[in-house]
């Protein structure tokens, strides 16, 4: 990859340095680049032609390997089988024990830990997510960490840093990626998606709702799901009397991401419109806003939204989860 390809990861990989440490942390938000600059970062040091934080040359034999995924001295730890559209999904511990990264995994790395590199001077580990690590994975990794070969280089990737083990997170330089702002998310989404989006608004809701990643940007205006889910549920709950059957009947079908990205995001401008009376997410369904809050407080919508929270840690629970929607939505506040 080029760099120059993800602007905004220009200023993270200037702040690593010209030599790559034994262990580094790269942290920040879902869908902004935290993978690609972690495999430039391996690629520019296994490179034969640079061989430190630079531009990997791309056609020495060594990055031909990289590219082809098959490069001796690299290996990739993930739970990659977990389902991409769920990534913006935050339930807690609810999936976690499906996605860990095992002590086993974590222990298959030994011999590729001690070995010499097979070329050049270099061996290169990505571990992605990190915090899915679990305690003991935690251990057995700190052990290779601590007291790394000349030649190996650890690259974590974490959204959550604070999820890992402090005597793990102690160890590594940390590199925090921040995405860029609006207008220049904005200018870089445009560039990518090439006139596919029609509606500025649209693309404009989606960077906002994705705190701005860029990736996650991209993937959030191709969702025709959470629009067309989020129009159904905005016109059900703007109705004189609320249907809590027909809501549940509805949001029984939508993907707990999904559901999960409409909700915050009315529940946050209920409120800011009793606060600002402004909208962050619903400039284009400002109509419907008014008529969902009426008279409501903010007091009675967050005690809503600690029922939908304590909903979500119960949704990976399928034959519940037309029940617990209904007394969810019986519960919706009304004048
Ligand atoms: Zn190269």
Redesign the pocket.
């Known amino acids: 990859m080029q760099l120059t390809d993800y602007p905004w990861l220009t200023e993270p990989k200037n702040s690593v340095g010209k030599i790559l440490p034994p262990a580094l942390l790269i942290h920040g938000v879902e869908g902004i680049g935290k993978r690609a600059l972690a495999n430039y970062l391996a690629q520019s040091v296994l490179?034969?032609?640079?061989s430190s934080v630079n531009d990997?040359?791309?056609?020495?034999p060594?990055?031909a390997l990289f590219t082809a995924d098959t490069h001796p001295d690299f290996k990739l730890l993930t739970n990659d089988d977990e389902d991409a559209s769920s990534s913006g999904n935050d339930l807690g511990d609810t999936k976690k024990s499906k996605h860990i990264i095992s002590v086993k995994a974590v222990r298959s790395l030994g011999t590729f830990c001690v070995t010499k590199p097979h070329r050049g001077h270099a061996k290169v580990i990505v571990i992605d997510p990190a915090e899915h690590l679990n305690q003991s994975a935690s251990n057995a990794l700190l052990k290779n960490v601590e007291e790394p070969a000349e030649f190996l280089h650890f690259i974590l990737v974490a959204k959550h840093k604070e999820r890992l083990l402090p005597t793990l997170l102690s160890r590594c330089l940390k590199v925090n990626v921040r995405p860029p702002d609006a207008q220049e998310a904005f200018r870089w989404v445009a560039t990518q998606i090439d006139g596919q989006c029609k509606d500025p608004y649209r693309q404009e809701l989606s960077i906002a709702l994705s705190g701005n990643a860029p990736l996650s940007s991209i993937r959030v205006i191709a969702d025709e799901d959470f629009f067309s889910n989020r129009e159904s549920i905005l016109s059900l709950l703007s109705q004189n009397q609320i249907d809590p059957f027909a809501l549940a009947t509805l949001c029984e079908k939508i993907e707990v991401p999904t559901l999960q990205r409409i909700i915050y995001a009315l529940l946050h401008d209920l409120m800011f419109l009793n606060i600002q009376q402004d909208v962050a997410f619903h400039e284009d369904k400002k109509t419907e806003l008014g008529r969902i809050k009426r008279s409501l407080s903010n007091k009675a919508f967050s005690r809503w939204l600690s029922l939908f929270n304590d909903y979500l840690k119960s949704a990976s629970h399928p034959l519940n989860r037309r029940l617990a929607l209904e007394a969810l939505f019986l519960k919706w506040p009304q004048t």
Not at 56 to 60: D, E, S, V, Y
């Open positions: 490179c034969e032609e640079t990997p040359c791309g056609k020495c060594s990055c």
